[in-house]
Nanobody, 124 residues
Framework: QVQLVESGGGLVQAGGSLRLSCAASGRTFSSYTMGWFRQAPGKEREFVAT????????GYTDSMKGRFTISRDNAKNTVYLQMNSLKPEDTAVYYC?????????????????WGQGTQVTVSS
């Protein structure tokens, strides 16, 4: 069992930056592929980024490449999402998720554990 707790969301102006953190419980964090997803009101949950268990591999949705960076610190059981050049359309609840097994994963149903989400609001 893995428990995930996101933090770092908030209100920011367009063009600004935020760094989200996701702290995981348990001693097997380094065995999980991690991902970030987001969900805006009235929309489906959307893939943002994924990182392999070692941190050596990452993947992103095309629209976020170059603006968002996923990273992890296995010693701290934490995964991060650095978001730069934020746009109003990035407004959503952001969720982190953990998946058993290796390899990058971009589909919500590939993930086994989810955090409660953190709100990101970007004003124009």
């Amino acid at each position: 069992q893995v428990q995930l707790v996101e933090s770092g969301g908030g209100l920011v102006q367009a063009g600004g930056s935020l760094r989200l953190s996701c702290a995981a419980s348990g001693r097997t964090f380094s065995s999980y592929t991690m991902g970030w997803f987001r969900q805006a009101p009235g929309k489906e949950r959307e893939f943002v980024a994924t990182i392999s268990n070692s941190g050596g591999g990452t993947g992103y949705t095309d629209s976020m490449k170059g603006r968002f960076t996923i990273s992890r610190d296995n010693a701290k059981n934490t995964v991060y999402l650095q978001m730069n050049s934020l746009k109003p359309e990035d407004t959503a609840v952001y969720y982190c998720a953990a998946a058993r097994g290796m390899g990058l994963k971009a589909r919500p149903h590939d993930y086994d554990y989810w955090g409660q989400g953190t709100q990101v609001t970007v004003s124009s």
